[in-house]
């Protein structure tokens, strides 16, 4: 592949500190969010707060999981989970499964 041409993704041509302001205004979004259970994120879109706390590691966070979590959260997985989180329906479960069954394509 010819790393000199660019690329057909506008993402790409995207300044970093636009993209990072992006991806903070979002987290803070979600963090506001409660109501936006993780369960229905993976259902309807096939990630969720925790995936974006494996991204942030992946794209080489200095964090470990728990620490990613906290960051993305804006406190421990642990209390996020306490406060916020309900039980999760048989109906959100298959909607999980069947959604994330999607983004098998997609490994980015």
Not at 28 to 46: E, F, P, S, T
């Amino acid at each position: 592949m010819d790393t000199n041409s660019p690329s057909p993704d506008p993402l790409d041509a995207l300044d970093d500190a636009a993209a990072a302001a992006a991806f903070r205004r979002l987290v803070r979004h979600l963090r506001h969010r409660h109501d936006a259970q993780n369960i229905d994120l993976m259902g309807l879109a096939g990630f969720c707060r925790n995936c974006l706390a494996d991204w942030i590691i992946d794209a080489g966070a200095p964090f470990d999981r728990a620490a990613a979590r906290t960051a993305i959260h804006g406190m421990t997985a642990a209390q996020w989970k306490a406060q916020f989180q309900t039980e999760a329906s048989a109906e959100q479960l298959a909607r999980m499964a069947a959604s994330v069954k999607l983004n098998q394509p997609y490994q980015a």
